[in-house]
């Protein structure tokens, strides 16, 4: 059986709304913002901004009494004006193959969650969330049922790491034996329409004396915002995912209502542009298999030619069902069959091995539970009020 474990973490501001939280500040902007309020000189701002830096990315510390180096004055100083606490852990789960799952609560009515995965890339994958909610409607996706409440901040998609990081026990951030070892932007959102804050996250997780992880382990997935593509390779450096799922427009655009305003050709015409794009840089094309929909082996051949010249692998996800859900998932034989045939084209076309799901975990289904049970306690509450 899963286990979960409820309210493990104190709330983001740790005892002062008035109190600036230094986790997602970058460099440049906590330095400025030492020397601002602190009134340090510019040497010795760099100085603090170094060892700030490595005691909150490196070492994981919640307390700036941790922070050994630094005198008992200054400490006091900091602690004054800066938390560096994290969000509230509203709920974790377990799932039996390992899985965790976490729903964090960054402030009043503003959750998301972040998944932990085990035994994925070198060692273990973090999916992330950049906005809480989303807009795009993908129909086969039941966290795009949920309506869009706002974009997640660069501090708020960094606490995602650290509340997971805290978990697994991997501090100090070790570049040896780490347990997480790769960041996918897959959660809840599209990242695409949160660029700067993507932008600001991935800088502080890939900057070599903190967490320390190389941008080609960070992989941004967009269901196709194609006038923000470049600008996320220029910017970023990551690795791309697209999230495709069809090779025709008329059927991308039921499952994947941007298509309609970005259709495939203009899609696949700015993943040929991405910068850097190479077979030792592959984009990822992600196709979810529906049975019936978009898995024959006519639609298995259209996908290799729509994807000639591009350096390319295709993640095939087998459909992880959802109440209500209008699709089913493709049959096992018929998910083999079509990656049979990508692969004889010559593209790498793993089956993802659905993971979570026990939980819901996995792909298309984070925060449903929790807003299901939200809704449940809710309308027992009403009916509770209503028969006194």
Not at 7 to 27: A, F, Q, Y
Not at 190 to 204: C, G
Not at 301 to 318: F, M, Q, S, Y
Not at 350 to 360: C, E, K, N, Q, Y
Request: aromatic share 6%; with cysteine.
């Amino acid at each position: 059986m899963p286990t979960t474990l409820i309210n493990t973490h104190s709330p983001t501001n740790g005892g002062g709304d008035e109190k600036v939280n230094l986790i997602g500040l970058g460099r440049a902007e906590l330095q400025a913002r030492l020397a601002a309020d602190l009134g340090l000189d510019p040497k010795p701002a760099k100085m603090r901004t170094n060892q700030l830096w490595q005691w909150i990315y490196g070492h994981g510390v919640r307390d700036f009494d941790a922070m050994t180096n630094i005198a008992k004055t200054m400490r006091a100083a900091l602690a004054e004006r800066y938390t560096i606490a994290r969000p509230e852990l509203v709920e974790r789960q377990v799932s039996t193959d390992g899985t965790r799952k976490y729903l964090i609560r960054f402030a009043p009515g503003i959750e998301a969650e972040t998944v932990f995965i085990p035994g994925v890339g070198r060692a273990g994958a973090l999916c992330v969330s950049s906005q809480v909610g989303c807009t795009l409607n993908c129909t086969f996706c039941h966290t795009g049922t949920q309506r869009l409440v706002r974009n997640l901040t660069a501090t708020e998609i960094v606490a995602q790491l650290m509340v997971a990081k805290d978990d697994i026990g991997e501090w100090p951030s070790s570049k040896e034996d780490r347990q997480l070892s790769n960041i996918v932007f897959m959660g809840m959102g599209e990242p695409l329409y949160n660029l700067d804050h993507v932008t600001s996250a991935i800088d502080i997780i890939s900057d070599n004396e903190g967490i320390s992880l190389s941008r080609r382990r960070i992989t941004v997935s967009t269901s196709g915002i194609v006038n923000q593509m470049q600008a996320l390779g220029e910017r970023t450096d990551a690795m791309l995912a697209i999230s495709l799922h069809a090779t025709n427009d008329e059927l991308r655009d039921e499952l994947v209502p941007i298509n309609k305003k970005w259709p495939l050709k203009d899609l696949l015409d700015a993943c040929r542009a991405y910068p850097g794009t190479s077979n030792a840089k592959r984009i990822t094309f992600e196709y979810v298999m529906l049975d019936g929909v978009n898995d024959s082996d006519a639609e298995a051949r259209e996908l290799v030619r729509l994807l000639k010249g591009i350096p390319a692998k295709i993640n095939l996800i087998p459909f992880n069902p959802w109440p209500g859900s209008p699709y089913e998932c493709s049959s096992w034989e018929r998910i083999e069959r079509f990656a049979d045939i990508v692969n004889a084209a010559g593209y790498a076309s793993p089956i993802r091995t659905p993971r979570g799901r026990d939980i819901a975990a996995a792909c298309g289904q984070l925060k449903s539970q929790s807003v299901k049970e939200r809704a449940s306690s809710a309308r027992k509450r009403m009916t509770a009020e209503a028969s006194v």
